[in-house]
């Protein structure tokens, strides 16, 4: 694919898609790598991805939340310092699913859902999109969404509102912002075995891994690099003409 030598973004680096989307691009660009900015809020989960990744690799390292817009203008920022201009953004940060109904579901914990999936969301792109046209040419931003934004699930109402509104905003960037030539897609994988993923939702009770078999035509779990694939396709040229798209990973669920 199309990567070498590009300025790539990736929010939610330091596990899951977005490490594994880190490690796929800087695997397959090593004789012109693609400059990776790689930022998550575990300073540890960060280290470890920044140690995996090829001696040949270009990254850099940021430790910030992305609820935080003032630390997403500097993310940006200092990727355009670097490097001039920014060619893509996978934006993975957030938080996992937490299976709770909705009688037990507080202000508190919508709130906090919501910011961490959608205003970070937010916060990065109108980031990005504040640049000149020449510092942004022709960028690709691809963002985590999941297949509960689309079909939703019982005792996920919370978190399938965040995921689903990540698909709604995606769509409607890619009206706004085709005309100065950014292209704007989104993914929605389910049953993806990563980190944080793995244990964390529960859907009616049941265990996901245990489950999968019987939810997927394919009777497995998907994997963070099969995600990652997918992302490195809508942020390379190869995928050019494809914007407000949602890629659904799901193992044809």
């Given at each position: 694919?199309?990567?070498?030598?590009?300025?790539i973004?990736?929010?939610?680096?330091?596990?899951g898609?977005?490490?594994a989307?880190?490690?796929?691009?800087a695997?397959?660009?090593?004789?012109?790598p693609?400059k990776?900015?790689?930022?998550?809020?575990?300073?540890?989960?960060l280290?470890?991805t920044?140690s995996?990744?090829?001696?040949?690799?270009?990254?850099?390292?940021?430790?910030?939340?992305s609820?935080?817009?003032?630390?997403?203008?500097?993310f940006?920022?200092?990727?355009v310092?670097?490097?001039?201009r920014i060619?893509?953004?996978l934006l993975?940060?957030?938080m996992?699913?937490m299976?709770m109904p909705?009688r037990?579901?507080?202000?508190?914990?919508?709130?906090?859902?919501m910011?961490?999936?959608?205003f970070?969301?937010?916060?990065?792109?109108?980031?990005?999109?504040?640049?000149?046209?020449?510092?942004?040419?022709?960028?690709?931003?691809?963002?985590?969404?999941?297949?509960v934004?689309?079909?939703?699930?019982?005792?996920?109402?919370a978190?399938?509102a965040?995921?689903?509104?990540?698909?709604?905003?995606?769509?409607s960037l890619?009206?706004?912002l085709g005309?100065r030539g950014?292209?704007?897609?989104?993914?929605?994988?389910?049953?993806?075995?990563?980190?944080?993923?793995?244990?964390a939702?529960?859907m009616n009770g049941?265990?996901?891994g245990?489950?999968?078999s019987?939810?997927?035509p394919?009777?497995?779990m998907g994997?963070?690099?099969?995600v990652?694939?997918?992302?490195a396709?809508?942020?390379?040229?190869?995928s050019?003409?494809?914007?407000g798209?949602?890629?659904e990973?799901?193992?044809?669920k």
């Amino acid at each position: 694919m199309s990567l070498r030598g590009r300025v790539i973004l990736i929010t939610g680096a330091g596990s899951g898609v977005g490490r594994a989307a880190a490690l796929h691009i800087a695997k397959r660009t090593v004789h012109n790598p693609a400059k990776l900015f790689l930022a998550d809020v575990s300073s540890g989960g960060l280290r470890e991805t920044l140690s995996m990744l090829p001696p040949e690799a270009v990254a850099y390292g940021t430790v910030f939340n992305s609820s935080d817009s003032a630390a997403c203008r500097e993310f940006v920022m200092d990727a355009v310092k670097k490097e001039g201009r920014i060619d893509g953004a996978l934006l993975c940060a957030g938080m996992p699913a937490m299976a709770m109904p909705i009688r037990e579901t507080s202000d508190e914990y919508f709130q906090q859902v919501m910011t961490a999936n959608v205003f970070s969301l937010f916060a990065t792109i109108r980031a990005i999109v504040a640049l000149p046209v020449s510092q942004t040419p022709g960028t690709s931003i691809v963002a985590v969404s999941s297949g509960v934004g689309i079909e939703g699930a019982a005792d996920l109402s919370a978190y399938s509102a965040t995921k689903a509104a990540v698909i709604g905003f995606c769509k409607s960037l890619a009206k706004e912002l085709g005309p100065r030539g950014m292209r704007v897609n989104a993914l929605a994988p389910a049953y993806i075995q990563a980190g944080r993923e793995r244990g964390a939702m529960a859907m009616n009770g049941e265990d996901v891994g245990r489950s999968a078999s019987e939810r997927t035509p394919l009777g497995r779990m998907g994997q963070p690099e099969e995600v990652a694939s997918a992302a490195a396709f809508l942020l390379s040229g190869d995928s050019s003409f494809i914007s407000g798209s949602v890629m659904e990973i799901d193992g044809g669920k």
